[in-house]
């Protein structure tokens, strides 16, 4: 049909260029500080966590909210390396990394 064929080499064209684009951000050289920074700030968050917050407190509202926003922030950062790298196929695909590995599954 036609329509492929005009659809196709923009549609290829397009994710070549999100691709491109992924591998940009995660070969910066603020990538893996401004990651990190995420996890540390994760981390406080989770310590902040114990079993007699109140269900109705600001700071359980606080504490939920985060917890997405972390989990958001976490998967699209996985999300790109994925995208740039790949998932399994390729020298340097996501899932050929250990590191890789035990972040994807946390």
Known sequence: PPFLSLSFPLSFSLSLRFRLLCQSIIAHKLFDY?????????????????PKILQSSLERLFLTVSNYVFTAIFVAEMTVKVVSKGLYLGEKAYLKSSWNVLDGFL
């Open 34 to 50: 401004v990651v990190l920074s995420f996890i540390f700030l994760n981390c406080i968050t989770v310590a902040l966590e114990r």
